[in-house]
């Protein structure tokens, strides 16, 4: 049997993300592939930073739906491959990170490809906790 929680530790867990991500968090998105973990420094180029809404989204049975994410005009260019969140625009502390796609990724977008200048724009991104 895989391990699972109860929905009140999953609820828990994904609130916490809320807490921590705070009143100024930001979706930083990058080239490449992810850091080991969110303490290693961001690898790739910064391809946009799109801010957050000041409650970064509500829980619901141990799913996060993020607020709204205001979109952003890229400063870079090449294939988006990961996103940090973080608490603040200059990406320094990061609450979590995940892999870029068009499908069936943890942040799905309608094109990877980024080119400087054009308008990066998140329409809905929703985590669901582990152990379910």
Do not use: K
């Amino acid at each position: 049997m895989a391990l699972q929680y109860s929905t009140t530790h999953r609820t828990n867990a994904m609130q916490d993300i809320v807490t921590q991500a705070g009143a100024t968090s930001h979706i930083l998105i990058y080239t490449g592939t992810p850091p080991a973990n969110c303490a290693t420094a961001a690898t790739g180029t910064l391809l946009a930073t799109l801010p957050c809404s000041a409650t970064f989204g509500t829980v619901t049975n141990g799913v996060l739906t993020a607020g709204a994410i205001t979109s952003a005009t890229a400063a870079g260019t090449g294939t988006a491959g990961y996103w940090r969140l973080c608490t603040s625009s200059a990406g320094t502390t990061v609450v979590s990170q995940g892999l870029c796609g068009t499908s069936g990724s943890d942040l799905n977008l309608n094109s990877t490809s980024i080119s400087s200048g054009q308008t990066v724009a998140i329409s809905s991104f929703v985590i669901t906790a582990f152990g379910a």
